[in-house]
């Protein structure tokens, strides 16, 4: 069977200013080296799939990931999944239940990295949970969000599965980050961003600002964000208005994420901004009685997960 992805309508772009307290930690999305304090999940926007996180994701979660119909959580090396189960990616493996340092969660699939090696499980439709071999020692970076993987290896090295396998020559050694988005896939060499893949929008067609200078990269369903200088650039597809980077996501900005069609931007002064879709108010917490400061912060389609110190404390 195929995917089934749902159709967005045209929404509203929308802009949001909200305290957060440190940089935060995506796997699968670009983000600081520096790791986030541990906190409790917080969740807002639309799905059909998630009621709310499990009462174990209330305190001590170090990351979050947010997929396509379920959202992961790492609590002490032990993977959280919740949401949907149509194909089994919550029932965690026993090999997943400590020892993790990093997660990632696709359309229906989970990636978990444990001691260099990548453990996959849940929708298979495209082999993406058929790690390959190479994929299961020294591997430093795991990254995914729609129906295929991407892996980082200590040398620098990009693997690939699942729906898209191709991975082109320029990013077979020094590469330092990846970000697998909807059919296409980001990388940093050099400073510079490569990117193959699906084109219709135009999201692999870097701009030139973007080929030197670059320290983080996110890919979305059909977009591009990349990380220079403090300032964010966008490129692909635009009816969410997702690439028209607000004046605040300029400056000072130390991490970004893009969601499906929508993107956050964390700030040097613990703000994020948040731009793009708005139907369901992704981009804007508040309005569902959500507030910061938020630790860490993953984008998926109309629906986000957060990581809060006090997840119960009053706005």
């Known amino acids: 069977m195929g995917p089934r992805f749902r159709s967005a309508p045209r929404r509203a772009s929308v802009l949001l200013a909200v305290t957060l307290v440190t940089v935060p930690v995506v796997s699968g ?77 696709g359309w229906g699939h989970e990636l978990a990295l444990k001691n260099g090696g990548v453990l996959a499980w849940g929708n298979d439709w495209y082999g993406q949970t058929q790690v390959p071999a190479d994929a299961k020692s020294g591997v430093v970076a795991i990254s995914t969000s729609a129906m295929h993987n991407l892996a980082l290896k200590a040398g620098g090295r990009v693997i690939a599965w699942g729906l898209r396998s191709d991975v082109p020559a320029a990013a077979t050694s020094g590469v330092t980050a990846i970000s697998a988005g909807g059919d296409h896939s980001l990388a940093i060499k050099n400073g510079g961003v490569l990117a193959w893949g ?21 890919a979305g369903h059909q977009h591009s964000l990349a990380l220079k200088d403090g300032r964010v650039l966008a490129w692909g597809r635009n009816d969410d208005h997702q690439i028209e980077v607000p004046d605040a996501a300029l400056s000072d900005v130390v991490a970004i994420d893009a969601g499906w069609t929508f993107n956050y931007a964390l700030k040097s002064n613990g703000d994020f901004v948040a731009w793009g879709s708005n139907d369901v108010t992704e981009s804007d917490p508040s309005s569902w009685g959500v507030c910061g400061p938020f630790l860490t912060v993953s984008a998926g389609d109309r629906f986000v997960v957060a990581l809060k110190e006090d997840p119960a404390a009053p706005c």
């Open 198 to 218: 699906a084109d219709e929008h135009g999201q692999t067609d870097v701009p030139a600002d973007a080929k030197s200078g670059v320290t983080a990269v996110s």
């Open 29 to 105: 999305a670009a983000a600081s080296a520096q790791a986030p304090s541990v906190g409790g999940v917080v969740e807002w926007g639309f799905s059909n799939y998630i009621l709310g996180p499990p009462p174990e994701a209330s305190e001590g979660v170090g990351a979050v990931s947010m997929g396509g119909m379920d959202a992961m959580g790492l609590k002490a090396g032990q993977v959280l999944v919740w949401g949907d189960n149509n194909f089994g990616q919550t029932e965690v493996p026993e090999a997943a239940m400590s020892g993790v340092s990093a997660i990632a969660a």
